[in-house]
């Protein structure tokens, strides 16, 4: 492979990552107030737990946390192929920041 293919490359990656990524961070900035409802939400029912106004069953929710770990446990062997692909996350990274923050 020479040089300007292996540029080529890159620069291609580098570009759909940046692009992918500005509208993944346009669109979390768009989802984070459905986010904050949620998250109040879920502080509430937490605070409603520790004052005994409500009761919640620890067992039932260490077992669904338990199944939860062992459903993603397979999918961390999708990190290796990953590091492949460094300029592409980079990119998708820094387009998500623009994205995020812009207006």
């Known amino acids: 492979m020479i040089i300007s293919e292996s540029l080529t490359s890159i620069l291609f990656q580098i570009c759909i990552g940046g692009i992918g990524g500005f509208f ?3 669109a979390l900035r768009k989802f984070f107030k459905i986010a904050l409802i949620i998250g109040v939400i879920v502080f509430s ?13 620890y067992a039932g929710l260490a077992e669904m946390a338990s ?9 961390l062997n999708v990190f290796a192929p990953l590091l492949a692909h460094v300029p592409f996350i980079a990119s998708l990274i820094v387009g998500i920041f623009v994205g995020f923050t812009r207006d």
Not at 45 to 57: G, R, S, W
Not at 67 to 75: D, I, K, L, T
């Open 45 to 57: 029912l937490i605070f409603l737990a520790y004052t005994n106004v409500i009761n919640v069953d």
């Open 24 to 26: 993944i961070g346009y």
């Open 67 to 75: 199944s939860f770990v062992n459903a993603v446990n397979p999918a």
